[in-house]
């Protein structure tokens, strides 16, 4: 059908070199659309959302999780499909996520936590709930600090971090399609989707029965938005991207979204609509140019809420709690990605070499036991054979977290 033609996903690649700058604007609204959801939890308590009924708002917050876990998966499928073995994916995607992580649990933990808490410092130290926090950092999440936030509506230090351990899960299943061959073979692999969501539905519905509540996305849906993006970069030489198919994904999404036992469904239309708006090129502005703040913005938006919120509890308005919050969350985000992510980033190429000399003299220290053992030696894993398709792989620049 002539009105369903246009540029295909990986010619759009191809005509703006992987670095659409839609995909910045993206992450950025995402972000902040993260933090304005929670000005209102912040300001007054969980049950805020509970009553939401089909609006544009519900549409807006159902949308923020899938799209950030299908822009993931996007991005990561070509860092994974640009990378030589899973070693060096893991070390891109640790160096992504672990070093700001863990400053922002320092942060937290060492000062945030002293200045604010409301029982005695040395207590608060030797509380057991102040070590298990450090666990934030290795993706074992614990959202409370002695005496932190305790008279807050929401005492959690930073709720948004429930969403990392299933970030890190995305990145499992994503190695474990490597290995087993499945992003060579990208019809396998969306069957491979469909299937995990047909059981993952069935478990739900036989242990819990059909939900019937709104709630933004669960653990599940999310990990099936992070497949989907990988679906479509899989398929970026049969893809077309349409207006028409566009506004069929918005409209398919908004017949599903009040229906609660829809949820695992939605990532596939919010998948079609994270990739067109996210491979549209408007020119870059501002800050856009110099660096990726939207990572920081995710990880510092909820702690900076709470302290807005516990030191000015007289003026606990959502609208003045998101103004202030962003306003602050934006400044550390622009230091963590100054002076923490892209450092990091920097040396990238330098910590990937030195993990090779490592397992080079690994294999080489084990290979002749193996051979004295009469053990064959293992072929290579290598994920980097790329292409899914006869055309070139486009790569995919700035891959960062969703």
């Not at 703040?293 to 998101?322: A, D, E, I, K, M």
């Not at 103004?323 to 550390?332: C, E, F, M, R």
């Amino acid at each position: 059908m002539e009105i369903l033609n246009g540029k295909t996903i990986d010619e759009q690649l191809t005509l703006t070199n992987s670095r659409s700058s839609g995909f910045d604007y993206l992450r950025i609204v995402l972000s902040v659309s993260v933090i304005a959801y929670h000005s209102f939890e912040v300001c007054y308590g969980p049950g805020i959302f509970k009553s939401v009924g089909v609006s544009p708002f519900r549409f807006l917050v159902g949308f923020i999780l899938p799209s950030f876990f299908c822009l993931s998966g996007f991005l990561v499928a070509g860092s994974m499909l640009r990378v030589k073995d899973l070693l060096s994916f893991y070390a891109l995607r640790g160096m992504r996520i672990f070093p700001a992580l863990a400053v922002e649990v320092l942060l937290s933990a060492l000062i945030i936590g002293p200045l604010l808490t409301v029982i005695p410092v040395g207590q608060y130290f030797s509380s057991p709930m102040f070590f298990f926090y450090f666990l934030n950092v290795l993706g074992d999440i614990h959202f409370y600090l002695p005496g932190l936030f305790v008279t807050n509506p929401m005492p959690a230090v930073n709720a948004q971090l429930w969403t990392i351990p299933y970030e890190l899960e995305c990145y499992v299943l994503i190695g474990l399609a490597a290995f087993f061959g499945l992003l060579k073979r990208r019809r396998a692999f969306v069957w491979a989707v469909i299937g995990l969501t047909v059981a993952t539905y069935s478990w739900r519905i036989l242990r819990h029965g059909l939900p019937t509540n709104f709630t933004i996305a669960t653990g599940q849906a999310l990990a099936i938005a992070f497949l989907v993006g990988v679906a479509f970069y899989l398929y970026r030489d049969k893809v077309r991207l349409n207006p028409i198919l566009f506004a069929a994904s918005v409209a398919i999404y908004c017949i599903l979204l009040p229906f609660p036992a829809a949820a695992l469904l939605l990532p596939f239309p919010a998948g079609y609509m994270t990739v067109y708006l996210g491979l549209t090129n408007p020119p870059k502005i501002g800050l856009l140019k110099s660096g990726d703040y939207s990572y920081g913005l995710y990880l510092y938006g909820y702690p900076v809420q709470q302290v807005v919120s516990q030191l000015l509890p007289q003026y606990r308005f959502w609208y003045v709690n998101l103004a202030l919050s962003l306003l602050i969350a934006g400044a550390v985000a622009y230091c963590s990605w100054t002076f923490v992510e892209s450092k990091i980033l920097g040396h990238k190429k330098l910590i990937i070499a030195r993990l090779e000399g490592m397992r080079a003299a690994l294999i080489g220290f084990v290979r002749p036991a193996f051979r004295r053992m009469g053990i064959a030696e293992r072929p290579r894993l290598a994920v980097a054979p790329a292409a899914v398709s006869p055309d070139a792989d486009a790569s995919v620049a700035n891959e960062t977290r969703g």
